[in-house]
């Protein structure tokens, strides 16, 4: 049997982190799904995942202090930033710290799927700005 790739979701949002747990389980082992920054870096230190898909705006630590923490632990991780932003700053900012993606959360359920192939074959993915 071939191994599935493993995922750690974060996200403060309840109904979302189920929505995204769910379906990112269709594809991959969703090995964790924690509610802050802090619960994210702890749960990736404890379980290597192979990906996470983390909100940006989180209690306790952001998503994108938090991405910094997991690159300088396993620089290997990809991350894909989540996000109800499309500000460039806010995007530019996430791939500064370490992100391998950036994902718009109402195209998540869309994107996400491709998104995380996109990374793990080496190639950033970023969204399309509507300006």
């Given at each position: 049997m071939v191994s599935r790739i493993?995922?750690?979701?974060?996200d403060d949002e309840p109904l979302i982190l189920d929505q995204i747990g769910s379906y990112?389980?269709?594809r991959f082992e969703v090995v964790a799904q924690t509610r802050n920054g802090r619960e994210l870096v702890d749960?990736?230190?404890?379980?290597s995942p192979s990906v996470v898909?983390?909100?940006v705006v989180m209690p306790e630590l952001n998503g994108i202090e938090a991405t910094r923490q997991i690159k300088e632990t396993d620089p290997t991780v990809k991350v894909l930033m989540l996000?109800?932003?499309?500000d460039p700053?806010?995007?530019e900012a996430a791939f500064e710290a370490g992100a391998a993606g950036y994902v718009v959360k109402i195209r998540a359920l869309g994107e996400l799927i491709p998104?995380?192939?996109?990374?793990?074959?080496?190639?950033?993915?970023?969204?399309?700005?509507?300006?």
């Open positions: 493993r995922v750690v979701i974060a990112l389980e269709t749960a990736v230190r404890r379980l898909v983390a909100d996000s109800g932003h499309e700053e806010l995007i998104a995380i192939e996109s990374v793990l074959s080496g190639r950033p993915y970023r969204p399309l700005i509507n300006s």
